[in-house]
Antibody, heavy 121, light 110 residues
Framework: EVQLLESGGGLVQPGGSLRLSCAASGFTFSSYAMSWVRQAPGKGLEWVSIVSVSGDTTYYADSVKGRFTISRDNSMNTLYLQMNSLRAEDTAIYYC??????????????WGQGTLVTVSS | QSALTQPASVSGSPGQSITISCTGTSSDIGGFNYVSWYQHHPGKAPKLMIYEVTNRPSGVSNRFSGSKSGNTASLTISGLQAEDEADYYCISYTSSNTVVFGGGTKLTVL
């Protein structure tokens, strides 16, 4: 059974940093691109970032480019999102999601339950 | 990276069919056959309903179908059921190698 379990969310002050983790199991983690998607309170889903199977290719939404870094450790079956210079508008539930294939095209067939990040003083 | 345009809400009675549109540009929907649709019940993880415009993942009811014409993609749900009431989002791959969501559509089953 495919499982994605996010952790690392919490309350952080504006300008602060947080690292999210997503532990994957039930599939060959190293064979699939992975994404982070978020949903701010009362808002819709927003794609955040994607990483290739090897981890050497990454892409970001304009809203987080230069502040967030996506990475993966295939030996640990874990996806990460390092979030720096956090702003109030980054407050959201953050989901990790698995692509349906090796390369990322927004076809996310499995999602975690999400972890809440709150940016507030 | 402008969001794709979806109607804020649609509604239908049980047994009826509804269609949700998703409008983008030639740099996203119009340029690629990588449009997906997600069903999202509040408090739960989103669920992939359609990928690559028309494909249904295993386990998704054939009451759900997708199509595309030019820069607009559509999700049709036939034989509406109470459990179909949810938020629906389209998503497209873009020419910048990124992905962009639609604003979401709230489906109400009357």
């Amino acid at each position: 059974e495919v499982q994605l379990l996010e952790s690392g969310g919490g309350l952080v002050q504006p300008g602060g940093s947080l690292r999210l983790s997503c532990a994957a199991s039930g599939f060959t983690f190293s064979s699939y691109a992975m994404s982070w998607v978020r949903q701010a309170p009362g808002k819709g889903l927003e794609w955040v970032s994607i990483v290739s199977v090897s981890g050497d290719t990454t892409y970001y939404a304009d809203s987080v480019k230069g502040r967030f870094t996506i990475s993966r450790d295939n030996s640990m079956n874990t996806l990460y999102l390092q979030m720096n210079s956090l702003r109030a508008e980054d407050t959201a539930i953050y989901y990790c999601a698995k692509e349906i294939a090796t390369y990322g095209r927004g076809r996310l067939d499995y999602w975690g339950q999400g972890t809440l990040v709150t940016v507030s003083s | 990276q402008s969001a794709l345009t979806q109607p804020a809400s649609v509604s239908g009675s049980p047994g009826q069919s509804i269609t949700i549109s998703c409008t983008g540009t030639s740099s996203d929907i119009g340029g690629f056959n990588y449009v997906s649709w997600y069903q999202h019940h509040p408090g739960k993880a989103p669920k992939l309903m359609i990928y690559e415009v028309t494909n249904r993942p295993s386990g998704v009811s054939n009451r759900f179908s997708g199509s595309k014409s030019g820069n607009t993609a559509s999700l049709t749900i036939s034989g509406l059921q109470a459990e179909d009431e949810a938020d629906y989002y389209c998503i497209s791959y873009t020419s910048s190698n990124t992905v962009v969501f639609g604003g979401g559509t709230k489906l109400t089953v009357l």
